[in-house]
């Protein structure tokens, strides 16, 4: 794209945007004080150089940072002496002080970035300009028709490229399903842009991009388009948007069946080879459908609040997969086998050595009144069978157990670095599955009650409703940690006085 300011002001720029991300004190002053003289003489001039920094940087970090600080200095107060062309008199940020070509530029700055930034932090950063740009400018009467076409257009992309408007700079083509995702996510942040348009067009887009087949993120990002949509509709609309809820909800038992899979994800192109600076490194954040499912059903929670009736259709199916989300599991303890016939935490009495030692009733055959019977280790009290590694009394040898702690003794020994580095890992794995499925549980709890709260009487009579929200609520209550020492509590209880 040419550029639209001189090559000195996009120096100076670069350097002062570089100052400012410094960790010095002083020279990050000494930047902010730069910007603040820079706004005041030519306020246009940085603007536009802001914007197109945010296209030309080198590194990401200084594209998302151009795109965070156009932001906020788009709409912070503008200094007194600055003309201003606003038609509001009570409106005084730099961007009521701007002229229309030099707004025109900015947005088609911003339409670049949306439909070229390859990277998918910086497109997250670029998508919040351009919702804050149009909102604002749509508050004031200046309507964004090229952002609405060019939304509309990429919710269409399909590929790595070949397609109108999505080519990249440098490094190639931006993947289809990156550009329909922002696209949905625009019209989230900005849902006047489709407010005014066809039901049935708006409909038929948001439902497709509800069963994207390739990106679950996609699905996500129409999920909270049509949440907004919906949350912005009058009443005629919502009469006329109440097929929408089958494809916002289609997804959550899908994923709930899925849970212990991959999340559905579109291959990631490979890395640019191009000698461009501009570069794109293909990652994923590490997610499960445990992840998603919660947020999903995160994002139909304030849907549910301000509109329940909308869900009344549903409830029965909503039913069917919500319970075994929101109830723990009955927990039957580890899976007893040969060599563990009496794992810790199975069930049976555990002495204080945590030896397994006075359990009962386990694994016994046939069953014997008084408990005798054919046990299937050598557990007699002391501990002393299990060392010795021959069959006694009809018990199993447990050598091939001693052999296996042996063989493995030296192995522990002598373990490097890397062994600990991957006990860290699983333990940071289990710790972070732990926090997801916690997570979802409450998600789903919240998503339930907010519906009753909303409609009571419309969930009362669904059958089960009810019950499973009061017995998820008292064994959540059971679940906390009792605290020892109730003094204080009873001091702070007046009933009894």
């Not at 709930?256 to 291959?267: D, E, G, K, R």
Request: glycine letters at 10%.
């Amino acid at each position: 794209m040419e550029s639209v300011v001189p090559p000195q002001i996009t120096a100076e720029l670069t350097q002062i945007l570089s100052n400012l991300v410094l960790g010095d004190n002083d020279i990050r002053a000494s930047a902010e004080k730069a910007v603040n003289e820079r706004l005041t003489h030519t306020p246009e001039l940085y603007l536009l150089a802001l914007a197109q920094f945010a296209i030309t940087a080198d590194t990401e970090v200084m594209r998302s940072f151009s795109l965070v600080l156009l932001r906020r200095l788009l709409f912070r107060p503008a200094p007194q002496h600055i003309p201003s062309h606003a038609t509001h008199a009570n409106r005084s940020s730099l961007y009521d002080h701007l002229s229309h070509q030099t707004l025109n530029t900015l947005e088609r700055l911003l339409l670049f970035s949306l439909a070229h930034e390859r990277a998918a932090s910086v497109r997250r950063k670029t998508v919040d300009t351009v919702c804050d740009v149009a909102n604002q400018g749509m508050a004031r009467g200046r309507p964004w028709h090229a952002l609405q076409a060019q939304a509309f257009s990429m919710t269409h992309a399909q590929g790595l490229g070949g397609e109108e408007g999505s080519g990249g700079v440098g490094g190639g083509a931006v993947p289809g399903w990156m550009l329909r995702e922002s696209a949905y996510r625009v019209f989230a942040g900005c849902p006047n842009l489709v407010m005014d348009l066809q039901i049935d067009a708006v409909l038929g887009v948001f439902q497709r991009g509800l069963q994207d087949p390739e990106d679950i993120e996609v699905r996500h990002a129409a999920l909270l388009a049509s949440v907004a949509f919906l949350s912005s509709a009058d009443a005629t609309q919502l009469a006329q948007s109440i097929s929408l809820l089958s494809p916002m909800l289609d997804t959550l038992p899908a994923l709930s069946n899925a849970l212990s899979h991959p999340p559905l994800h579109a291959p990631l192109p490979p890395p640019s080879t191009s000698s461009s600076t501009y570069t794109y490194a293909p990652s994923r954040p590490k997610t499960s459908n445990y992840h998603y499912l919660s947020t999903f059903l995160s994002t139909l929670t304030p849907l549910a609040s301000t509109h329940p009736i909308l869900f009344a259709p549903h409830l029965q199916t909503l039913l069917t997969f919500l319970p075994s989300l929101i109830l723990p599991p009955v927990d039957c303890g580890p899976t007893p086998t040969v060599g563990r016939p009496f794992p810790v935490g199975g069930g049976g009495k555990i002495n204080g050595n945590g030896n397994g030692n006075g359990r009962q009733g386990a694994f016994v055959f046939p069953p014997v009144p008084g408990g005798g019977g054919m046990h299937l280790d050598d557990d007699d009290g002391d501990g002393g069978g299990g060392s010795h590694g021959s069959t006694q009394n009809g018990h199993l040898s447990s050598s091939s157990s001693s052999l296996s702690n042996s063989s493995s003794s030296p192995s522990y020994n002598h373990s490097d670095e890397n062994d600990h580095d991957h006990d860290h890992d699983g333990e940071d794995d289990d710790d972070a599955s732990h926090d997801e499925r916690s997570t979802l549980r409450l998600s789903a709890l919240e998503f339930m009650i907010s519906l009753s709260e909303a409609r009571p009487n419309m969930v009362r009579k669904v059958v089960g409703w009810t019950e499973v929200i009061v017995r998820a609520c008292l064994e959540g209550m059971g679940e906390l940690e009792e605290d020892g020492d109730v003094g204080e509590w009873l001091r702070e209880d007046r009933t009894g006085g």
